[in-house]
């Protein structure tokens, strides 16, 4: 199977990464490295992954709702409603590109609680989370797409799909 081209280079990334924590100069607050680490592997250990994903996504969704986006009019307008709640939230950073059939979504520089072992296992959970929270994001902006996906399984940063 070929590996698909990254929907940004990694300069790209790296650029917009250190641009990212020149602005905020802190990540994941240190009391709760811990217990993120050990309810993502708990999660992913005593329970079918579908229904991880599922029970994760749906926080991502819960999340979206509390923290309603304005209606614009524009996808760069809407680029940055989205960074200012990461911004807010110390979760990262987010682009989204307009594609045929749906849109593009490339997010980064989201808090690291994890060791390397469990990089993959971190990046499945922050996934699922993200496509919730895009999913009812672009909705409300009158998507009539019902869900977000990954589309990669890179680790950082992490692309996922809302389209067809």
């Known amino acids: 199977m070929k590996t698909p081209t990254p929907w940004m280079a990694d300069k790209d990334v790296q650029a917009s990464d ?6 905020t100069q802190r990540q994941l607050n240190p009391q709760w490295r811990g217990f993120l680490a050990a309810l993502v592997g708990e999660l992913h250990s005593g329970a079918d992954p579908e229904e991880v994903r599922n029970f ?24 940055t409603a989205m960074n200012k ?6 979760w990262g950073w987010v682009r989204l590109t307009a594609v045929s059939d749906g849109v ?15 990089e993959k296992i971190w990046a499945s ?5 993200l496509e919730g929270a895009y ?7 009158g998507s009539p797409i019902d869900k977000t996906l990954r589309a990669s399984d890179g680790a950082e940063p992490l692309e996922l799909f809302h389209g067809v």
Request: aromatic share 10%.
């Open 18 to 23: 250190l641009a990212y924590y020149r602005r």
């Open 56 to 79: 994760l996504r749906q926080v991502g969704r819960r999340m979206a709702q509390a923290t309603p986006l304005a209606k614009v009019d524009t996808l760069e307008e809407l680029e």
């Open 85 to 90: 709640v990461w911004s807010g939230m110390d």
């Open 104 to 118: 593009r979504i490339v997010h980064g520089a989201y808090p690291d609680v994890v060791t390397q072992a469990d």
């Open 125 to 129: 959970a922050w996934a699922s989370v």
């Open 135 to 141: 999913t009812v994001w672009l909705q409300a902006q």
